[in-house]
Each structure stands twice: as C-alpha cells, then as structure tokens.
C-alpha cells in the first residue's frame, strides 16, 4: 500500500510478532473482522502495560502483525480507506500509542456496527483540496442525511498516488445534497484487484474500468487470492489482450460474478472498436474526455433503477390518501379498528400503516395480481431481472400452490411426469390434480440418518431410455426434481438438463428451489441454480463453438444404448429447446412476509406453447383477493437482494462455516454430536472432487468450489445437519429440549438428525449462542451420565445403539397396482388419480393395522394396496400414495419408525387401503374398457 506517492511500512522499528496462521479462516471476510478486533484489543494493552510501567514489546508485535496483515487487504475498502490507515501506521511508528488505541476503538467500532455507512467520511474528502484530510477530522465526519443508503464505486486504473486522490476528490465533488444516496471511492490497479475488491468488498455497488490497466494484482496474500481463482481466468490469455478487449474481459468476468453491478468504461479506444460490444457490456461508455457531472449522473440513475420498489411505492402512496371506502373490507384504512372499544391492542401491537396499506382496490396506483398493467406488471418485471428469469409471477398462498400453478399448466390428464419420489407432498398433489401419470424416481438413500439425496443422473437416462423403448417418450412431457432438497443436496442443473435433452429435446423441467432463493446471489450457488443453468445452457446451445463440439461428438457417440448411461450426452443443437421453470419460496431464505413465493420462468417456447395455460392455472390457484403485504414484501425483498444479497449470503455462509469448523473442533461438542458434511451426505460416487468436509481439523478448510463446479450432487454449507444419535438423543426429542430449554427453534429433524438452517438473518451473536447453548447441552449430558446407575447406563447405551446402529433401511417407491397402470408389462407410470377418487367410495377401502395383520396378509399372497397418501414426519413426504402396493420394505420402515406424527396413517385403526373386492372391480371395468376400445377399433 502506499501513501501520497511513499510505500507505507507497518511497524519499523518493531520486532514482528509470529505471523497468523490464515489456515483458520474462512475467508478474508472473517479474517478482517477478527484482525479488527484483535488489533482493538492489543492497542489497550499497550496503553495499560505503559500506564503500569511493564514492557509492552509483546503486545507492541501483536499489534504489528495485525497491521501489516490489514495493509493490503484495507486497499480494497473506501474505509477505513488508504488515508486513514496510513495514518494509523504512522502514529504507531512514532509510538504515539494513546492516539493508535484511541482510533483503533472508533473504526473497530464503526466497522462492527456497520455505523461508517452513515458517517460521510468522503464528504471530508470533497472539501479538502491538498493532501487530505487528517485522521481526525475522518473519524469525525457528520451523519449522513438520514435515511441515504451508502455504497462504494469502484475505479480500476493504473494510478499514481497524487492522481489517484484527484480522480477521488473530483468525482466526490459532484456530489449534492439533495442526492437520493451517498457513496465514496475505492481506487484498484489492476484486474485482479478488481475482482478480489467486488468478491471482497460487498459494499461495491458500481465499477467504473478507465483507460489501460495491467492484468496481475501485487497483491499476493493467499486468503485474497482465493477470489481470484473462483473466476478461473487465464493470464497469459488477458496479458496479450489491448487496453479495451482487457476492459471488455473484465466486464464479463463481473456480470458473471455479480451480475447486479452497473459497469462503466471509460476509454480512449477507436469508437468504432468500442461501439455495438460495449453498449452490450457497459451501462456506458465514455469516450476520451472524461466527463465527471456526467458519469456522477450515470452511477446514480443506475443505483436508482435497482432501488425502485413499483408495487410497494404506490401502496405507500396509497395509504397516505384520504380515500373513502365503498368498498369490501371495513379494516380498510383501518377503520373498523379505530372505532372499535374492544380491539385496541391490535392497532397497538401491529401500529397504524399495516391497516392504512390494507384495502381490496386494485386502481389509484394500485395493481392487479391476476392481470398486472402497471406497478404489479413492474415489480414483476424487476423480480425477473434479479434472479435471471424471462418472466416471474408472484405468489401469495406459498411454494405448494405455485407447484399447483406450474404442474397444471404444464401438464394435461395422460402425459407422463418424472418425479422425484421424496419431493414436498404438494408435488404429489399437484400431479394428481393436474390427471398426469407419474413416474416416481428413487434418489440415493442416507440410511445411517434416515433422509434421501438426489436423484442420480443414471437413474433418471436409465428411465427415459426405457420410456423410448417403450414408444412413450412422446407422452413424456416434464421432469421435477428438488433443487436443493431440505437437507441441503443440490443438483448439476445444467449437466442434468444437458444430457435429458440429449434424449428427449423438448422436455420440459421444473426445478423446486423452496429452500434455494438464496443461491442466485452468490458466483458459487448460482451456478447450480435453474434460472442461471438456463442462460447458459441456452447460450451454449446457440453458439457455433458448441455446434462444432457436436458434430465432433455425434460422429462417435453411436447409439443410445445402455452404454449412455454412463458417458456424457449432448443435445442436438437443432433439436433442443431449453424450457426451465422454477419454483421458489422466496420467504424461506429471503426477506418476504410468510407465503410469499415466485415462479420463475425460463422458457423458449412459452409464449407460443404456454402463456395461455399458465394465465388459466394462474387464475384457477390465486386468490381474487390477495395479500397486498405479502407482495409488498416481493418487491421490497427484491430490491434488497440486488443490492445487499451478495454480501449477506456470503456472511451467512461464513457463519455456517464457522459453526462447522466449531463443532467439529470443540473437545466436548464433537464427543456428543457430529456435523454432517458432504461425506457423510453425498456417496462418494457423485462426488469426484474428493471433498469428505468443508473444514477438517487436521486440514483446515477446503474450498467448497471446487465441489460446486465439478460433483454430480453438492451440499448447500447453510445447511448444518447435527447428528444427535451419540448424545442418546431423537432428533424430535433434541429439537423439543432445544426449544423448551434454551428457546431455539429449528424445523426439520429426522430420527437422529436436527438441522440448524444459517440465513440472511443471522448474526454472530445468534450463531455464538448456538454453541454456547450446545455446549451446555454437552456438558449437562457428562454430569448426568457421570452419576447414572449401572441400569441407566445400559439403558442410554441401547439408546444410542439404536440411534447410530440398527437404523431402519429407506424403501424405494415399490409400484403402482396393475389395475392403476396403463401398461403393467413395460414401463412403470400410475394413475394416481383414478385412485385416488377410486378410495371415495365407502365401501372400497378397509383399514389393516400394523400389528401383524399386513404382513400376515402380504405372507398369504394378497396384494395390499394403499387408498391414501401416508407422510411420516420426518422425513415429510408421502411413503406411500394412492394406488401403490404395500411392499415388505415399506411395511419394515413404517413399523421401525418411532415417529409421533404420520398423516394418512390412524393408530387406532390402522392403514387405509383398497379391499381385494375392490381391485377385483376396477381390473374387470378396465378389461370391459379395454374390450371395448379393441371392437370400435
């Protein structure tokens, strides 16, 4: 780092202290706030051992160490900034110790806090015209305007340090108070350094790339570097580029990496160079003069787009107007409650706007859900922008009713669904709904922890080829699988969609991301997203790079035969429509008001094959009357994630790392309970990258992207599945302990597992308490069992046995009865429905308890079949549905289960399933049905 034109020198004149091993940590992230803290820490010993008369040369080193590992990673950050820490460098040269401590406490302070967002520190900048203001004036500066939300431009351009602080002042000096926000200005070199600081620096909001910048950073601290090879760029490749090709490198680079960014160039290139491919690139392009009060203009405007909330302005504005109601709803305006004697703490405890922003009227700036022409059509419009969808339709009643949107649009009675077997119950209801006969796929089980993966790629080639063979592939209309499903297990989209396309081309996916919303905001999730599997795989498709590819594989690949089961298939070109829809419970790990969901689509044909369907669907599942609040929170939730999503995922991954690296560290916690990571989740078959953990005590941390890129199946780190069983512990037990004693509350669990989901709105503190709250869990466990008896020993070690030993096998989907198949002799698709309204009648079914009588029955040759969907919970999806067979395996299960909670299923009477009176019935109506369709043929 350097300072007005001099190389900064952290500590002459002290010894240097034993360098921090960055082994133990995540990221440069977390390793900048410890760094903060430790340095606040350090600088008040120093102050106490002066003012008792000790020998503060111990402290004196750990304080230059922390110095000199924050030199180089503070130049990617407007504050402190290159000024302020040049500052505090030199006052600790000069030992003025009083001053380092004094100022290390404010910006630890206002870091930790978030609080410099509001101070305007550049504000000092724009008014000084020599060398800078000086340390205390900085650290002084006055609150923003209130209510000014803060972000940081970033410039990359080879500078000297006197021209950097005048591109700094003068770009500062366009700033006026009546602007909507405040930024300030961070200066980097060089296109690495321009890609640690957007993956490093969350508060960067806008690039601006100027004239000719050098490809390699100086910067060469390992923890910093890491960022650079998540872009996976070749040197020698951009060394040889011109100053604009460079430029327009970079930009794809940071569209790629954070597509929300405004970009701008500034250049000297030939305008007929830059025309046409920099429009498609830039926000703008400047050419040769820069223009300040212009490029000031262009960032805002640019941040103002993204800032826009259509739907929620206009409620805003309508609450605020007089209006009289002749309408339905008299809490309208609030105002069967401003009247009321007896409801007054209701208006107390939600206040007044919630009632004033609640009315039915879909004019007066208002929209409507069903058929959207202005705020509603926009804030739709702005959802799909954010998360790299053609269109997004917004959901009110949740994810399952946007499942029963999709399905039912996509799907008429006879078409055949591929499914995955453990996908959320509304799926299931969906398919029956919409007449569509399924085809349930097995995903690899987790017996040892009672919970499914994903459906293997094999399986899903094995079931299509064998559709082809069959002649049904033409019938075979859409795939559903669950990315990621509640434990964390995400798919290779885009390799899945790839290779199904290879086989069928027009086929149709439907991706439930309920628990994924999250992952469009960070470069290593988003990949494996279907909105962003989508762009690349249509892009790829349309590229003559890959028609080549093509035609090199198709003159070898041969047929597909069994052999594709196991290689790698391409999609014709000429063939392959990439039509992709997604699913999304937006409230589950963003910022929405419960219910609130989106279904976004990605879809080449939807215009010409869909739009039609899907507006009836639409309007068939959405309320009439839906929840203004609840969209509200859509668009607000929207507006957040393109600004801020990229910085709070990646804190909260952070935290979930840590979290990980603690359990699997801490002598108590790890004799107790064990974190599940990718080995324990994930067999190693689907996992070529080798990763078992993503920390290891004997190894550190191991860079997940690796993982992400490369495994057929990855696990979401969010997701921090604790296996209980060693503690002696259920998970529905463990989760009751953890609420009732310590008011922490989780979700899912299964029969030794809870889970502990880490999200946008976690803290440290929160995750802090967790293993605060662990460990005295662990530790009242050893003091119980250090005083047990012989028999309470024996008892907690069978417990234990049970829980981590005799686990019960997960059963496949068995099959659909022959009388609810279409053709039982080939391939495997059921009628659901017609079983399901099959079981209406009274006198169809009969209950059988589990108590010997099913088995008995199965031992004597009858085929038992259910009338019903039975869901155990945990695990949360239907074990049987409606027209299967009751396999051996199935029964096992159910019995070993020691589960309080089991829909479909009644303890007192048993399980509700078809008599054999019954089957016999419907196979004669279907040999009548078939008879006579054989005669009129």
């Known amino acids: 780092m350097t300072d007005n034109g001099r190389e900064i020198q952290p500590f002459q004149g002290v010894e240097p202290a034993r360098k921090t091993s960055l082994s133990t ?37 750990n304080v230059a160490r922390d110095l000199e590992l924050l030199t180089p990673i503070e130049s990617y950050w407007a504050f402190p900034g290159k000024q302020v820490f040049g500052e505090l460098l030199r006052a600790f040269e000069r030992r003025e110790y009083e001053l380092v401590g004094r100022q290390v406490t404010r910006i630890a302070r206002l870091l930790s806090s978030d609080a410099y967002r509001s101070r305007d520190v550049a504000a000092a900048w724009s008014r000084d015209s020599g ?27 080879d500078l000297a340090a006197d021209e950097e602080a005048e591109l700094r002042r003068r770009l500062l000096e366009m700033r006026r108070s009546e602007d909507d926000f405040v930024y300030d200005v961070v200066v980097v070199p060089s296109f690495e350094d321009a890609l640690i600081a957007v993956l490093f620096n969350h508060n960067v909001q806008t690039c601006v790339a100027r004239y000719g910048f050098p490809f390699a950073s100086s910067n060469h601290l390992e923890i910093l570097q890491q960022y650079v090879a998540i872009a996976g760029l070749r040197e020698d490749e951009l060394e040889e580029m011109s100053d604009f090709e460079r430029a327009l490198a970079l930009a794809k680079v940071l569209k790629k990496l ?29 050419y040769r003069q820069e223009d300040y009060r212009e490029l000031h203009l262009s960032i805002l405007k ?177 795939m559903l699988l669950t990315n990621c499903t509640f434990d964390g297990i995400t798919y290779d989209t885009k390799r899945v969609m790839r290779e199904v396309l290879a086989i069928k081309p027009d086929m149709i996916f439907l991706w439930d991301e309920a628990w994924f919303a999250f992952a469009t905001f960070t470069p290593i999730s988003r990949r494996r997203t279907a909105m962003d599997a989508a762009n690349r795989l249509r892009r790829k498709l349309a590229s003559p790079e890959y028609r080549a590819e093509y035609a090199r594989w198709s003159e070898t690949a041969g047929d597909l035969d069994e052999s594709a089961l196991d290689r790698e298939l391409l999609p014709d070109p000429d063939l392959a429509r990439v039509r992709v829809y997604a699913t999304q419970s937006t409230h589950k790990t963003l910022t929405a008001l419960r219910q609130g969901s989106m279904i976004h689509v990605n879809d080449q044909d939807f215009e010409r094959q869909v739009a039609d369907a899907f507006h009836e669907a639409y309007m068939t599942h959405t309320s009439t009357s839906p929840n203004y609040q609840i969209l509200a929170s859509l668009d607000v ?30 002598p108590l916690l790890k004799r107790h309970f064990t974190v599940l990571g990718p080995g324990e989740l994930i067999p190693s078959e689907y996992r070529p990258s080798g990763i078992e953990a993503y920390y290891d005590p004997d190894h550190g941390w191991t860079r997940m992207e690796k993982a992400w890129h490369d495994d057929e199946f990855a696990l979401d780190p969010t ?27 989780i979700n899912k669990t299964s029969r030794n597992t809870v ?65 609810f198949r279409s053709d039982e002799n080939t391939t495997p698709e059921g009628d659901m429905r017609a079983a399901f309204y099959a079981a209406y009648a009274e006198d169809a079914c009969e209950f059988l308890r589990m108590d010997g009588t099913i088995a008995a029955e199965l031992d004597a040759g009858r085929e038992v079949v259910s009338a019903t969907f039975v869901t155990p919970y945990p695990p949360g999806f239907p074990i049987l549905v409606p027209g299967q067979v009751v396999s051996r395996e199935i029964l096992a299960y159910l019995k070993a289960l020691d589960v309080k909670e089991i829909h479909g299923y009644d303890p007192d009477l048993g399980l509700r399933v078809f008599t054999t009176e019954t089957l016999d019935r419907l196979r004669q109506e279907r040999r009548v049905r078939e008879l006579t369709e054989t005669r009129g043929t």
């Open 755 to 819: 889970l502990f989901m880490i999200h946008i709105g976690m803290t440290r503190g929160t995750v802090a308490y967790l293993i605060d709250t662990l460990t005295r869990f662990a530790s009242e466990l050893e003091e119980r069992e250090e005083g047990e008896t012989r028999a309470a020993r024996a008892n907690r070690e069978r417990q234990v046995a049970s829980l981590t030993q005799e686990m019960p096998p997960l059963p496949n989907f068995s099959r659909f009865h022959a009388v």
């Open 637 to 666: 939730g929207r507006r957040q994630v393109e600004f801020e999503g990229y910085e709070l995922v990646q804190k909260s991954i952070e935290l979930a790392m840590i979290l990980r690296e603690r359990i699997r560290t801490d």
């Open 131 to 157: 060398e800078g203001p000086d340390l205390e004036e900085l650290l002084s500066a006055p609150l923003a305007e209130e209510g000014r939300p803060y972000f940081e431009v970033l410039v990359v351009d």
């Open 302 to 478: 640019g941040i103002h787009q993204r800032f826009e909330t259509p739907f929620f302005s206009a409620l805003r504005r309508y609450s605020q107007k007089p209006t009289g109601v002749f309408h339905a709803m008299p809490i309208s305006k609030g105002k069967s409650i401003s009247k009321s004697h007896w409801i007054q703490d209701m208006r107390s405890f939600y206040g007044d706007n919630i009632f004033l922003a609640e009315t039915s009227a879909t004019t007066g700036g208002l929209d409507s859900l069903l058929q959207p022409h202005g705020s509603m059509k926009r804030a739709m419009e702005s959802a799909a922008r954010a998360f790299g969808a053609r269109q997004t339709y917004f959901v009110t009643n949740g994810t399952s009713t946007a499942n029963k949107i999709a399905l039912q649009a996509l799907m008429k009675p006879g078409d055949i669904v591929l499914v995955s077997h453990d996908c959320h119950k509304s799926h299931h209801y969906s398919v029956l709904l919409s007449g569509a006969l399924p085809i349930y796929m097995d995903p690899y089980p987790c017996s040892e922890y009672s919970m499914y993966g994903g459906v293997p790629l094999r399986e899903i080639k094995r079931h299509l080829l064998e559709l082809r063979d069959a002649g049904k592939l033409d019938r075979v209309k859409c």
């Open 25 to 61: 940590y995540y990221n440069a992230s977390h390793l900048r706030t410890d760094a903060w803290s430790r340095l606040k820490a350090g600088a008040r010993r120093i102050e106490l051992d002066l003012k008792r008369g000790r020998d503060p040369r111990k402290h004196e080193r």
């Open 258 to 286: 954070r597509p929300e960014l405004d970009l701008f160039l500034v250049t000297e290139s030939p305008v007929e160079e830059v025309a046409g491919v920099g429009s498609r690139e830039f926000r703008r392009v400047f």
């Open 719 to 745: 997701r921090v599945t604790l296996a209980c069983g060693r503690a002696g512990l259920d998970g529905d037990s463990f989760k009751q302990a953890l609420m009732d004693g310590f008011d922490i509350q």
